[in-house]
């Protein structure tokens, strides 16, 4: 009686299965390894139906045992193909996301790719463009020199060549903000020094900067995020943390780079980046551009302890 209370409840069981699985079949647009399952659940089930009808007739035919343990040989061979089907579903899955990963590092490569030459060209038309004219007035200027004897015309001669400096200065500045040109012609290490070097005179912050790549070259966009990174991070220090003191070190390893980056300033509460609390877009800006070159970005910061920051990236 027991037994026949067992057979019943797992054909029920197995009908369930059969049907849950047959579902499936659709949705996986008929995906022989659901077909295959489905078909197990549905033999398995057909497989207690002889047992039980073999337990009902009370004399156990050989014919009948033979059929049903054959039965469990072909449902376990459909399991097997079966569950290999649905590995290989899960490995194309895999692949899936692994190109759509790389597609959409190759986008944000192009993107920022285009938007440092729209800089460089935006860099080279003020620089050679404005540049020249600048410099063209300020040598008419200097050949009034002497020609103007009249003391407030010698005044207002000295206010627009001092206007004209400035304006050369400006230029020059917001050329090399968009595209520094030390940067281009000698690398990450030389061009972060003379960021660095900039900061230290203006005595707002002490940074001291090391590094192992003296006259090392990287692949131009590394060099770029790189560099834009270290300057948005001290930027970052100098607007939000008060910080006295800044480290930065920058190391070629064997096989990649890293750049290690820390203030003494009050730090912050990480867990808002990303929220709505968390305006800015700085930091989310590196992570996408150091995420475009296959790197890597960590930040680490509390309030009181300073931010601590790290990007390693595979040459
Ligand atoms: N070095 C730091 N020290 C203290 N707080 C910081 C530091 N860097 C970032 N923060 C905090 O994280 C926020 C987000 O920084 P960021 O993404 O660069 O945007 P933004 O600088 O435009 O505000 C800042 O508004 C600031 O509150
Ligand atoms: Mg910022």
């Known amino acids: 009686m027991v037994r026949l209370i067992a057979l019943i409840i797992s054909i029920a069981l197995q009908v369930i299965a059969a049907i849950i699985a047959l579902s499936f079949v659709k949705m996986t647009k008929y995906r022989l390894s659901w077909i295959l399952l489905s078909f197990s659940f549905l033999f398995m089930a057909i497989r207690k139906i002889i047992q039980l009808w073999e337990l009902l007739r009370g004399t156990p035919s050989f014919t009948w045992q033979m059929i049903d343990e054959w039965m469990g040989v072909f449902i376990s061979f459909m399991i097997i193909v079966g ?69 407030a015309g010698i005044d207002i001669l000295q206010n627009t060549n001092h206007v004209v400096n400035e304006a050369i200065n400006t230029i020059k500045e917001i050329s090399n903000n968009l595209s520094p040109h030390v940067l281009t012609n000698f690398g990450l290490s030389s061009a972060i020094n003379a960021f660095t070097s900039k900061v230290n005179k203006t005595r707002a912050l002490e940074i001291d900067f090391k590094s192992n790549m003296e006259g090392v070259r990287l692949d131009n966009d590394k060099e770029v995020v790189i560099y834009r990174a270290v300057c948005e991070l001290i930027n970052n220090s100098l607007i939000h943390s008060g910080a006295s003191r800044v480290e930065i070190e920058l190391n070629k390893h064997d096989k990649f780079i890293t750049l290690q980056f820390s203030d003494n300033g009050r730090g912050f509460d990480t867990s808002i980046l990303g929220t709505e609390d968390c305006k800015g877009m700085g930091l989310s800006n590196i992570d996408t551009r150091v995420k475009s070159i296959d790197g890597v970005f960590f930040i680490e910061s509390s309030k009181g302890k300073g931010t601590n920051a790290l990007i390693k990236i595979i040459v």
């Open 83 to 151: 569950v290999i089907l649905i590995r290989e579903i899960f490995y194309s899955l895999k692949r899936a996301e692994t190109d759509r990963l790389k597609t959409e590092r190759r986008v944000l490569n192009a993107i920022i790719n285009t938007e440092e030459n729209e800089k460089k060209r935006f860099a080279k038309e003020l620089h050679d463009g404005l540049g020249p004219l600048l410099s063209t007035v300020k040598m008419s200027l200097s050949a009034l020199n002497g020609k103007i004897t009249d003391p």
